[in-house]
């Protein structure tokens, strides 16, 4: 399709997965290619360097996991350099590669360049973590539109031009953070009334938890530590992540790996079953713990549970049954689902893309500030003075926000000021986070001066703050604008990333396949399979997945196009060792499916 203008794309950049959907012949929809709407956000370099992004690499963790990055989401906003391969990358370096290629397949289905989008992050995110994701983004080759929480993204796509006023809870429990909003829905206005969350916390939390329970009872069996070799503990890993969704529909999950480690030459297998109540009691602290997010976040809202109208879920942790379970407990009446848990939040961004962009389609959106930002100040005695940490924008403001408050110097002749601008909830500054600071020089250089300074702050809808410090008398300003994650770092760095990556861009295009469309469509496999010395032998078991793929289930099918897709490119490198360990975990599965 081409337009004369291209659409803003709205991003769901996720901890696990990330989802790219689009507002395109007057309907919002999820972009799939290979039949499936979900990027693995895993990036990694292969052996002879060559850059692999989504299932390619997350199969890669297999056999080389010093060559892969997975779950960089959870360190965004961080002032550090992961190491893949031999080369250090930034959380944003990496986050953008992974944009990137959302942009590419956005790019495929309008038939031209995408240059704008709407990303999404946890309601809990700092400054930090927000402008991190709006710096991927940007390295990414992206303007930044708007970033937009996650459950409020998700409120977007539920009721839209439905009438009178209906309060509703979103409970965000993806692969590695969890938020809760509280939104009120009145005459096509979508107020976010609170948010509370967890950047911590999500269903990766929940398989280490069941991944150390395995090997734990492997380890009294046998003796051996599966954990300690990653390629070991990667399999073990996805066993455990198929074993939880498994419980998610039954009440006992078998873990059936062959080969798994060796004792004396002895090849061990691990066969075991795990009861849902035994992976229940290893989680509950951390359900518990959404449970007190929930609780924090009704009580800002001034609500009660009885005054919630709809329990609305999303991310795909939230099909754990002990959430569903705690939340009837609550509120006394069922959660539910009415879009796919895992492409709520990508539907919202795209709508939310598309009003930016004019489009009519019917929600307006209050959202509010998830965290409170304010300045140290001294207070007490001029000689001893204790530092405070003092709220001007307080959490669960309205956005935009405009706040100010007065200051007095502490001394009569004092000509500087010094300005600390921190986020957090504690009274106690170190508490908080500092995320600049500035100096308001030349006070007191006037008749006029009185010791009197008014701090002012802005929170735009983007997460932009600005903080501007005026003596009240002369009206001598200076101002700090947190708007960039690297712009405490020089723009010669910024710079290098630029150039780096656009490198590593250019190599990863001139080397990838052309896109099929039709398998984009279709969602199908593809009839061509690799062939040659290492592609020959697969070959009936390429048929084998393409046989019990017409009869499997959406959610076994997507699990064996992905591991034919990533043993394609296996073969496609020549990596036997990863050819080797995909080729067990596709076996398995199509054992499982079909016996």
Same mark, same amino acid.
């Given at each position: 399709?081409?337009?004369?203008? !291209?659409?803003?794309?709205?991003?769901?950049?996720?901890?696990?997965?990330?989802?790219?959907?689009?507002?395109?012949? =007057?309907?919002?929809?999820?972009?799939?290619?290979?039949?499936?709407?979900?990027?693995?956000?895993?990036?990694?370099?292969?052996?002879?360097?060559?850059?692999?992004?989504?299932?390619?690499? @997350?199969?890669?963790?297999?056999?080389?996991?010093?060559?892969?990055?997975?779950?960089?989401?959870?360190?965004?906003?961080?002032?550090?350099?992961?190491?893949?391969?031999?080369?250090?990358?930034?959380?944003? *370096?990496?986050? !953008?590669?992974?944009?990137?290629?959302?942009?590419?397949?956005?790019?495929?289905?309008?038939?031209?360049?995408?240059?704008?989008?709407?990303?999404?992050?946890?309601?809990?995110?700092?400054?930090?973590?927000?402008?991190?994701?709006?710096?991927?983004?940007?390295?990414?080759?992206?303007?930044?539109?708007?970033?937009?929480?996650?459950?409020?993204?998700?409120?977007?796509?539920?009721?839209?031009?439905?009438?009178?006023?209906?309060?509703?809870?979103?409970?965000?429990?993806?692969?590695?953070?969890?938020?809760?909003?509280?939104?009120?829905?009145?005459?096509?206005?979508?107020?976010?009334?609170?948010?509370?969350?967890?950047?911590?916390?999500?269903?990766?939390?929940?398989?280490?938890?069941?991944?150390?329970?395995?090997?734990? @009872?492997?380890?009294?069996?046998?003796?051996?530590?599966?954990?300690?070799?990653?390629?070991?503990?990667?399999?073990?890993?996805?066993?455990?992540?198929?074993?939880?969704?498994?419980?998610?529909?039954?009440?006992?999950?078998?873990?059936?790996?062959?080969?798994?480690?060796?004792?004396?030459?002895?090849?061990?297998?691990?066969?075991?079953?795990?009861?849902?109540?035994?992976?229940?009691?290893?989680?509950?602290?951390?359900?518990?713990?959404?449970?007190?997010?929930?609780?924090?976040?009704?009580?800002?809202?001034?609500?009660?549970?009885?005054?919630?109208?709809?329990?609305?879920?999303? =991310?795909?942790?939230?099909?754990?049954?002990?959430?569903?379970?705690?939340?009837?407990?609550?509120?006394?009446?069922?959660?539910?689902?009415?879009?796919?848990?895992?492409?709520?939040?990508?539907?919202?961004?795209?709508?939310?893309?598309?009003?930016?962009?004019?489009?009519?389609?019917?929600?307006?959106?209050?959202?509010? !500030?998830?965290?409170?930002?304010?300045?140290? !100040?001294?207070?007490?005695?001029?000689?001893?003075?204790?530092?405070?940490?003092?709220?001007?924008?307080?959490?669960?403001?309205?956005?935009?926000?405009?706040? *100010?408050?007065?200051?007095?110097?502490?001394?009569?002749?004092?000509?500087?000021?010094?300005?600390?601008?921190?986020?957090?909830?504690?009274?106690?500054?170190?508490?908080?986070?500092?995320?600049?600071?500035?100096?308001?020089?030349?006070?007191?250089?006037?008749?006029?001066?009185?010791?009197?300074?008014?701090?002012?702050?802005?929170?735009?809808?983007?997460?932009?703050?600005?903080?501007?410090?005026?003596?009240?008398?002369?009206?001598?300003?200076?101002?700090?604008?947190?708007?960039?994650?690297?712009?405490?770092?020089?723009?010669?760095?910024?710079?290098?990333?630029?150039?780096?990556?656009?490198?590593?861009?250019?190599?990863?295009?001139?080397?990838?396949?052309?896109?099929?469309?039709?398998?984009?469509?279709?969602?199908?496999?593809?009839?061509?399979?690799?062939?040659?010395?290492?592609?020959?032998?697969?070959?009936?078991?390429?048929?084998?997945?393409?046989?019990?793929?017409?009869?499997?289930?959406?959610?076994?099918?997507?699990?064996?196009?992905?591991?034919?897709?990533?043993?394609?490119?296996?073969?496609?490198?020549?990596?036997?060792?990863?050819?080797?360990?995909?080729?067990?975990?596709?076996?398995?599965?199509?054992?499982?499916?079909?016996?």
């Amino acid at each position: 399709m081409n337009t004369s203008t !291209a659409p803003v794309i709205g991003i769901d950049l996720g901890t696990t997965n990330s989802v790219v959907a689009v507002y395109l012949d =007057g309907q919002v929809r999820v972009l799939e290619e290979d039949g499936s709407a979900l990027l693995p956000s895993v990036v990694g370099l292969t052996i002879d360097g060559k850059l692999i992004t989504g299932t390619q690499a @997350r199969n890669q963790l297999v056999a080389f996991p010093d060559r892969t990055i997975a779950s960089v989401k959870r360190r965004m906003g961080e002032a550090i350099r992961l190491k893949m391969a031999d080369q250090e990358f930034s959380p944003q *370096e990496i986050s !953008a590669i992974i944009l990137r290629k959302l942009r590419e397949r956005a790019e495929r289905a309008v038939g031209q360049p995408v240059s704008q989008a709407v990303i999404t992050v946890p309601a809990f995110f700092n400054e930090n973590q927000r402008q991190a994701t709006r710096e991927a983004g940007e390295l990414a080759g992206l303007q930044v539109q708007r970033i937009i929480n996650e459950p409020t993204a998700a409120s977007l796509v539920y009721h839209a031009g439905q009438s009178g006023r209906r309060h509703l809870m979103i409970y965000d429990l993806g692969g590695g953070t969890f938020d809760v909003s509280i939104v009120r829905m009145e005459d096509g206005v979508i107020e976010v009334l609170s948010s509370k969350g967890d950047t911590q916390l999500g269903g990766d939390d929940f398989d280490r938890l069941l991944t150390r329970f395995v090997a734990d @009872r492997f380890s009294t069996q046998h003796g051996v530590d599966l954990t300690e070799d990653p390629a070991t503990r990667w399999r073990l890993l996805q066993a455990c992540e198929q074993a939880k969704r498994e419980l998610s529909e039954h009440t006992t999950a078998a873990l059936s790996e062959e080969f798994i480690a060796t004792v004396d030459g002895k090849p061990l297998n691990l066969m075991l079953d795990v009861e849902r109540h035994e992976y229940e009691e290893l989680i509950l602290p951390l359900v518990e713990q959404t449970i007190r997010c929930v609780d924090q976040a009704l009580h800002d809202a001034n609500l009660t549970p009885s005054q919630i109208d709809e329990l609305i879920l999303v =991310g795909g942790s939230s099909r754990t049954p002990l959430v569903q379970q705690r939340l009837r407990q609550e509120f006394q009446h069922e959660p539910h689902w009415a879009i796919n848990p895992d492409l709520a939040v990508a539907l919202g961004a795209a709508t939310q893309a598309a009003i930016q962009s004019g489009a009519s389609l019917g929600p307006v959106l209050v959202d509010v !500030a998830t965290h409170s930002l304010g300045v140290r !100040a001294a207070s007490g005695d001029p000689f001893a003075p204790e530092l405070v940490y003092v709220p001007i924008i307080h959490r669960n403001s309205p956005l935009p926000a405009r706040y *100010e408050e007065p200051f007095s110097t502490m001394y009569e002749d004092q000509v500087a000021a010094e300005i600390h601008v921190y986020q957090g909830e504690s009274p106690r500054l170190e508490d908080n986070q500092e995320l600049g600071s500035f100096v308001l020089e030349g006070l007191n250089q006037s008749k006029q001066s009185d010791g009197k300074v008014i701090v002012r702050f802005e929170l735009t809808l983007d997460g932009t703050l600005s903080v501007t410090a005026v003596e009240r008398r002369t009206g001598i300003a200076k101002s700090l604008k947190i708007q960039n994650a690297l712009s405490a770092q020089n723009q010669e760095f910024r710079q290098q990333a630029m150039e780096r990556l656009g490198a590593m861009f250019s190599q990863a295009d001139a080397t990838a396949p052309a896109a099929n469309s039709e398998r984009v469509i279709a969602g199908s496999l593809t009839p061509g399979s690799p062939t040659g010395s290492l592609g020959d032998p697969l070959q009936p078991l390429f048929r084998r997945a393409a046989e019990l793929r017409q009869s499997a289930t959406p959610e076994d099918v997507e699990e064996i196009d992905e591991l034919v897709d990533g043993l394609r490119s296996a073969v496609e490198l020549e990596d036997k060792e990863l050819i080797k360990a995909v080729q067990a975990e596709l076996e398995d599965l199509l054992f499982y499916i079909g016996g």
